[in-house]
Nanobody, 119 residues
Framework: QVQVVESGGGLVQPGGSLRLSCTAS????????MAWHRQPPGKQRELVAR???????NYAVAVKGQFTIARDNAKNTVYLQMNSLKPEDTAVYYC?????????????WGQGTQVTVSS
């Protein structure tokens, strides 16, 4: 049984930092592409950052140089370090685990964690 669980969200002032964590169980974690997506209120869900099993990363233009994604395969955990936070970063942040070596492709979502950036 697959489980994807995010944690670390909360309320932070502009300019502050948060570190989100996502732990996945029931999968061969090291073979999965892990990603963070976010959904601001009233907007579509969008990709924030992605990291392959080999550590290759991709970032949305809006967060490049501001956010950092990393993974610890020994802990089955992926992290999103968010610095210099702005009100426009306010969103529900979701963790995704994807195995693109299979057909059909397998993809699993966490329940999301709220990040609010406000004075």
């Amino acid at each position: 049984q697959v489980q994807v669980v995010e944690s670390g969200g909360g309320l932070v002032q502009p300019g502050g930092s948060l570190r989100l964590s996502c732990t996945a169980s029931g999968i061969d974690f090291g073979s999965f592409v892990m990603a963070w997506h976010r959904q601001p209120p009233g907007k579509q869900r969008e990709l924030v950052a992605r990291i392959t099993g080999g550590g290759v990363t991709n970032y949305a233009v809006a967060v490049k140089g501001q956010f950092t994604i990393a993974r610890d395969n020994a802990k089955n955990t992926v992290y999103l370090q968010m610095n210099s936070l702005k009100p426009e970063d306010t969103a529900v942040y979701y963790c995704n685990a994807l195995d693109d070596s299979s057909f059909p492709v397998r993809s699993y979502w966490g329940q999301g964690t709220q990040v609010t950036v406000s004075s």
